[in-house]
């Protein structure tokens, strides 16, 4: 295993997480783990990869698909590198239209858009528009007024306005821009480029709502202390409402650590009702060696 794997592999099997999925492509690392207990209620364990770099071959730039059927419910992950640079949005929304055309082997769950639930997230690189400067973004930020430019919000735009991620849900931008820092500070990019402060790191979800299971996101912020990399990771936290059996039951969650249930019968509480989703992204600049320039992990 490359380095990246070894230590976040290293570090959920602390907290009894196996590895289910682990896919890689250039810059590209995607991992998905679970908890023990769940592994024989998974099935139709499938991943694809997109490459969108220069001339639609090169892995600079695409997507590491993710898959599989929990209780037989289609799950999708998706770990994504977008084009760089404001000037290219309309190449962004290209590749989510050309990542979106993934089939799958799953007789019952061909396409991408038939999962139930599709989670996508990495570095996505929709910027803020060309009218703002970074002396305009800043000025807005160091006081806590990041609010101010979310209108300027590419991908915002974009959904919107029907061009892409459409049937896509975000929880609130409570933190500020992601990108781009000078390394090893919270400070924007100084470089003569002068970049402008922008959220190029998101976690969108889509759910059908078909099946009639809820889905709550729970969290959604930046890791702001992290000063390694240009970026700044995030993470999101989901609960998923879900119950095998027609038992009622409570359950309470201290993730990563516990899930408390009480319930008037014992096969309910062999099944438990709601399930913690955990995501999070790394974008690493420097550290471990041979690090990629994105990493997503799911854990269940």
């Given amino acids: 295993d490359d380095p ?28 998905i783990f679970v908890r023990p207990y769940l592994l024989p209620f998974i099935t139709n364990i499938e991943e694809e990869f997109i490459a969108t770099g ?31 640079h404001i000037q290219n949005l309309e190449k962004r929304n290209e590749e989510f239209h050309e990542i979106v055309q993934t089939k799958f082997s799953d007789s019952l769950c061909k396409a991408f858009l038939d999962h139930e639930f599709i989670f996508w997230s990495g570095d996505l690189n929709y910027r803020l528009d060309e009218s703002v400067s970074q002396e305009r973004a800043i000025a807005a930020i160091r006081p806590g007024d990041s609010e101010s430019l979310k209108p300027f919000d590419q991908l915002a735009r974009v959904r919107a306005e029907g061009k892409a991620f459409a049937e896509f849900q975000e929880g609130p931008l409570s933190f500020p821009p992601t990108y781009r820092y000078d390394i ?72 990563p650590y516990a899930i408390k249930s009480s319930s008037s019968s014992s096969a309910a509480a062999a099944a438990p009702r709601f399930f913690p989703f955990f995501f999070f992204l790394l974008f690493a600049a420097g550290g471990l060696s041979s690090a990629p320039s994105s990493s997503s992990s799911s854990l269940m």
């Fill in 54 to 84: 220069i001339g639609g071959v090169l892995g600079n730039k695409g997507a590491v698909i993710g898959r599989f059927r929990l209780y037989g419910i289609p799950f999708c992950f998706v770990g994504v590198h977008m084009a760089p």
């Fill in 184 to 255: 090893g500070t919270q400070d924007f990019d100084s470089s003569p480029k002068a970049r402008v402060p922008s959220w190029c790191d998101r976690i969108l979800w889509r759910a059908t709502g078909k099946l009639g299971i809820g889905l709550r996101q729970d969290t959604y912020t930046s890791y702001e202390h992290y000063c390694n990399s240009d970026h700044k990771p995030i993470g999101a936290k989901f609960t998923l409402a879900f119950q095998p059996d027609d038992a009622k039951q409570n359950v309470e969650f201290a993730f």
């Fill in 4 to 31: 990246w794997t070894k230590a976040v592999t290293e570090t959920f099997a602390r907290h009894s997480l196996i590895r289910l999925l682990r896919g890689r492509q250039i810059g590209l690392l995607s991992m």
